[in-house]
């Protein structure tokens, strides 16, 4: 028991904390186009963008390249060690963000959004990877919900980085030509640390259990004991062929990727365009940068709480169904309560919190059932990538020109996340009957029992989903 304490100590402490960490800035230089767009970004790069086309295509075109990039990045992952891949990762977007500062018109910035989406495809869907080495079945949601609850803490220090720097007015400081600058001095805040978190990731991330210099040998023991519990096949640096064509070939993976789409489609709209929707409210544009911290603080809180509640009950798919109404409730007070500020603005909270917290749960819920390490590289960035799809919807629906209401991106986001809602429920209930017939067949399985994975993954008759 001790030694299994430490090693969960040194597992938390080390790789938890630092992967959080490294996420939140992701998610940081992802979303900060959001706040530069108010910081007159679109003004000095893209000629004013009346109808804000220009800005949607800069939005939407990280997107693309991290869709493409997603499923090929993770599987090749599994061929170097963890801190090495990661900081690359890091190193690599971090350089993206910083040299948005320097962008000049609209072919620099998509530019700059194309390299970044292809370094974070690396980043992404490898962590749930990562995590699925330390961290068993009961443990996953919670530190899921670490994790992908730094995106969420992510979006309230940019609102407050991005208040500060039009309160500080750092341009006359740089060039001497006020507030122009607000938007440079935004991404070269926000990029920066991504470059020094990768060289501290390099450093200071522990590898597999196996091999990681953080954990004696008896440590080192429990921890691949732990690892192999419930699934067992392709550890290390060995890519199952045989496992990837069994991931194209199952359907969960394509329904939970129809789940990701319509909370993803949320998600993009959130990031980028909540700071303008704020503002539509009444208020000006440094308030409004202000009033999105407090959704992102509560989305995740309510992310972790959930995370934690799912993890006892061991059932995420009626979490993610939840998660996904209260979002869906969301944008149904922003479509039907049009003049009431207070009350869209708690729809504001109900879709950030709704949706951070189904994003985060699916996520968790997939890394745990898909059996071997190489479905779970190939379906883990599969369900992501159909997912991003609706991320870039999400960032053509709300056009400058059907503001301050924005009804049809409000209806559109409403409908996939019901959509959602009832995709997670179909899941849910596939699962719970697969279990219920595998136990009427071969009987329930020894709790804690190694299982071999190595020829079918998930569909051997003695794991359970």
């Not at 394509?254 to 959130?270: D, E, H, K, P, R």
């Not at 979490?319 to 207070?342: F, K």
């Not at 997912?387 to 924005?406: F, M, V």
């Amino acid at each position: 028991m001790p030694a299994l304490s430490l090693c969960l100590w040194v597992k938390f402490h080390h790789e938890s904390r630092l992967t959080c960490c490294t996420d939140g800035e992701s998610d940081l230089d992802r979303t900060n186009l959001g706040n530069a767009r108010l910081q007159g970004l679109t003004e000095e790069n893209l000629g004013g963008d009346p109808t804000g086309t220009l800005y949607d295509w800069v939005n939407s075109a990280f997107f693309f390249s991290y869709i493409i990039f997603q499923v090929p990045a993770t599987i090749t992952s599994k061929l170097f060690p963890p801190s090495y891949w990661i900081a690359c990762a890091a190193i690599g977007w971090g350089i993206c963000s910083t040299l948005m500062a320097t962008t000049f018109n609209f072919g620099s910035l998509i530019a700059a959004r194309v390299f970044l989406g292809i370094f974070e495809a690396g980043f992404g869907p490898a962590i749930p990877l990562y995590f699925s080495f330390f961290y068993t079945r009961t443990e996953m949601g919670l530190r899921m919900a670490y994790w992908f609850g730094f995106a969420a803490v992510a979006g309230a220090f940019g609102g407050l980085i991005a208040f500060g720097v039009q309160q500080v007015g750092y341009g006359p400081y740089i060039v001497g030509v006020g507030g122009e600058w607000d938007w440079k001095v935004l991404f070269l805040i926000e990029g920066i640390p991504a470059l020094l978190l990768g060289v501290l990731t390099f450093f200071a991330l522990p590898d597999r259990p196996e091999n990681t210099r953080y954990l004696n040998a008896r440590e080192r023991e429990i921890a691949m004991e732990r690892m192999n519990r419930g699934t067992s096949a392709d550890i290390g640096a060995v890519i199952n062929k045989e496992h990837i064509m069994i991931a194209l070939l199952d359907w969960r993976i394509y329904t939970g990727g129809m789940i990701y789409f319509g909370v993803n489609c949320a998600l993009a709209s959130i990031s980028a365009f909540l700071p303008t929707i704020i503002a539509t409210f009444g208020y000006t544009n440094a308030l409004a940068q202000l009033l999105t911290v407090p959704p992102y603080a509560v989305a995740a809180i309510v992310l972790c709480m959930t995370s934690y509640t799912s993890d006892r009950m061991q059932n995420r798919g009626l979490a993610v169904a939840c998660a996904c109404a209260v979002g869906t409730i969301g944008y149904l007070l922003l479509l039907t309560v049009p003049n009431n500020v207070h009350v869209r603005y708690f729809a504001v909270f109900c879709i950030t919190s709704g949706t951070y917290t189904a994003i985060g749960l699916i996520i968790a819920w997939f890394a745990h059932n898909l059996g071997s390490e190489t479905k779970k590289a190939t379906g883990i960035p599969m369900f992501m990538a159909i997912g991003q799809c609706g991320s870039i919807l999400g960032s053509h629906i709300y056009p400058s020109t059907d503001g301050p209401k924005y009804i049809s991106g409000f209806a559109i986001s409403c409908g996939l996340e019901a959509f959602a809602t009832v995709c997670a429920l179909v899941l849910w209930v596939s699962y719970i009957y697969d279990n219920a017939k595998r136990d009427r067949e071969y009987g329930r399985p020894e709790p804690g029992a190694n299982v071999d994975t190595s020829k079918l993954a998930d569909k051997v008759n003695t794991i359970r989903l």
